[in-house]
């Protein structure tokens, strides 16, 4: 359809933007319904663009199997920091996973060989359409409004709102966070491979996209913080407490 192809070429880079940060907060909301003060999502989706853009480059693989590689690739970094990380709470959880991403900003930076340090890379293919945007986003709203009403949803309402409660009833709480917290780490890593595959350039973290990871750092922190400060207030008003002020 002409009309479609006119829309794509002139509002693609929105579209991809849109639907790039959607992913990306689905992704810190998954964190944050458990109650896991994260922010690490920004170096998941680091982790998520240049695995699916390398594949892309350097071997010419498809376009639905370079994005799952991202995903599980960010999956798989997240499960290993996140056994020992998960352990702790709170604010030590937050700066854990700040200083992991800036881990991977650096490692980034310093591996020129393989992601073009600050530079980044050129010559990408543009693989990412239209109905690919339109497809994950969907697919991914409709889930998690499945699970909010499921039984995994529940458990994890309960998780956030009262952790000792609910590991007093039989619940495996550290298993429900480690997956919410893979989970999340998967969809950031979605959300990077499907915005750098549809562009032709994958700025290096110097400049541009230095800015951007900063921009997505900081508003991780934001909700972060504006989760811990509504929850917080919520539970003293079930308690029968006076809100307090911070």
Known sequence: MEWLDSFWSTYSTFVLATGTNVLLALSIYVTLACGLLSVANAGFMAIGAYSAVLLSLRTGTPLPIALIVGAVAAAMVALLIGVPTLRLSGVYLAMAT??????????????????????????????????DVVFSVTVALYVFLR??????????????????????????VRAYKLVCFVVGAALAGLAGGAFRTGSTVLFGLGGRCQQEFQRIAGIERVLVLAQRHVVGRRRDVEAGRQPRIQ
């Open 98 to 131: 700040l200083a992991f991403g800036e881990v991977v900003r650096i490692l980034i930076l310093n591996a020129e060989n393989v992601t073009g340090g600050a530079l980044g890379l050129n010559g990408i293919p543009q693989l990412v359409g239209l109905f």
């Open 147 to 172: 699970l909010a009403q499921s039984r995994v949803g529940r458990t994890i309402t309960a998780i956030s709102q009262d952790e000792i409660a609910t590991e007093l009833m039989g619940l495996n």
